[in-house]
């Protein structure tokens, strides 16, 4: 689904703006790029991709959307985060992975299991 921003001039008034929901009596051509509307000034706004990060040390954040050469744009930026936030994932990270090396089986346990499942 296209990304919209209600704009005036440069301006962002509302991001994301849903036109096709405030102004329901109005038909949108498939492929719409924004426009004006009953008043209202419509633009698409495109979603750079996401940057990688890493999540048990960092964060992003959606930055508002800017105008760049005539295209308005929506970057996320990557952040550092918090000492105690780190100590935090770092430390439901290790109970996870401990959680799931308790939920395999020993070698006794499916040896016994064999066992009872043989003829």
Do not use: C
Not at 12 to 27: K, M
Not at 44 to 73: F, M, N, R, S
């Amino acid at each position: 689904m296209p990304n919209y921003a209600k704009i005036n001039g440069d301006t962002i008034l509302e991001f994301p703006s849903y036109p096709h929901q405030n102004h329901p009596p109005t038909s949108f051509a498939e492929g719409w790029t924004g426009g004006d509307v009953e008043g209202s000034t419509y633009v698409l706004v495109e979603i750079e991709d996401t940057p990688p990060i890493d999540h048990l040390t960092q964060d992003t954040e959606a930055e508002p959307p800017k105008k760049v050469k005539g295209k308005w744009t929506q970057k996320t930026k990557v952040k550092d985060i918090s000492v105690e936030e780190k100590a935090k994932r770092k430390a439901e990270k290790q109970q996870r992975e401990k959680d799931q090396e308790d939920s395999f089986l020993t070698k006794d346990e499916i040896k016994a299991i064999r066992k009872l499942l043989k003829p």
